[in-house]
């Protein structure tokens, strides 16, 4: 029994640990010609969890659905709109600015392996293929209030999104609404902008409440006087202050080249034959760097996808 006991304390402390642990993330696009700075820190339990949580291949609406204990995206979601608040920017604008930032985010080919992402992987490792950054756009716009679905062209992936007035674009009906096509893979494309390349014909997929969504309209300001819902402001604003040097240091190196090499440890073990490595990431955990290994695992009756840090 006390071993047991001793077990248990042992987990349990690991879990408080792990809780405690953050994501440090720095994030620089451009929107409006205004140069936008964002330093967020995820918990490292969430980012862990998605991590090491099994991968749905016949159902992308499953990763529009965060796990209750889990939660990411709405309170990711309250920097943008104090962004809005602060520019004083219409609904149109806020929707805009969420995709620009999605649009800046690295394209990460999965190569032999697929590996869709869930948002918070997309956001912590800065990118993804076409259904992860569609994916994660897909979930920011919802947990802003949008109207929004999953737009699959032929081999591809985008988000649709539904205005309360006729825009000149691209759009595709569903539920008796005209969703605009969004690409997310590269900068520059606006709401009904769809590439010439694309099928004709897509397929559309939802959540099953979209309807709760508002439709976008360039003349609607939802969140002009909005404020973060913190319990303690002051701990908010001497975080903000922290972060004012990151976020300096960030927009003097925004225009700068970035490579992505995977730095390995030559100390690691040697991984065994039948372990495939898929993607390697480099996050702040803790104010420390680690670069997260994510693998294909067979052990002859089945295959999972998992990750470590090395």
């Not at 956001?123 to 992860?132: A, I, T």
């Not at 994916?135 to 992936?157: E, N, Q, T, Y």
Request: hydrophobic fraction near 35%.
């Amino acid at each position: 029994m006390r071993i047991k006991s001793l077990i248990l304390c042992l987990m349990l402390l690991h879990k408080l640990q792990l809780s405690a642990a953050e994501v440090k993330t720095i994030f620089t696009w451009s929107y409006d010609n205004k140069l936008i700075s964002m330093v967020y820190y995820f918990d490292q339990a969430d980012y862990s969890y998605y991590k090491n949580t099994s991968r749905v291949y016949d159902d992308w609406v499953h990763y529009l659905k965060e796990d209750p204990g889990y939660a990411v995206m709405d309170d990711f979601a309250n920097e943008f709109k104090l962004l809005a608040s602060e520019h004083r920017w219409s609904d149109w604008q806020l929707a805009e600015c969420a995709i620009s930032f999605v649009q800046t985010l690295k394209y990460k080919n999965d190569g032999q392996w697929e590996y869709p992402r869930y948002p918070i992987e997309t956001l912590v490792e800065k990118g993804g293929d076409c259904e992860d950054l569609a994916i994660l756009l897909d979930k920011l716009l919802d947990a802003l209030g949008f109207d929004c679905v999953l737009i699959s062209p032929l081999k591809h992936m985008g988000v649709g999104i539904a205005t309360k007035y006729p825009v000149d674009g691209a759009a595709f009906e569903h539920r008796g609404k005209n969703y605009y096509y969004i690409e997310t893979t590269s900068g520059g494309w606006a709401i009904g902008d769809y590439p010439e390349h694309l099928s004709a014909e897509a397929s559309i997929y939802d959540d099953g409440d979209v309807d709760a969504g508002v439709l976008l309209s360039a003349y609607t300001y939802s969140f002009k006087n909005y404020t973060i819902p913190v319990e303690d402001v002051a701990e908010a604003t001497q975080a903000e202050e922290q972060d004012t040097e990151e976020t300096e240091t960030a927009e003097a190196t925004a225009d700068k080249p970035t490579t992505n090499t995977p730095v390995y440890n030559p100390n690691a073990p040697k991984r065994p034959a039948n372990t495939y490595t898929i993607d390697v990431d480099k996050v702040v955990i803790d104010g420390k760097k680690e670069t997260v290994v994510t693998k294909v695992v067979d052990d002859g009756s089945s295959t999972k996808i998992v990750a470590d840090s090395e």
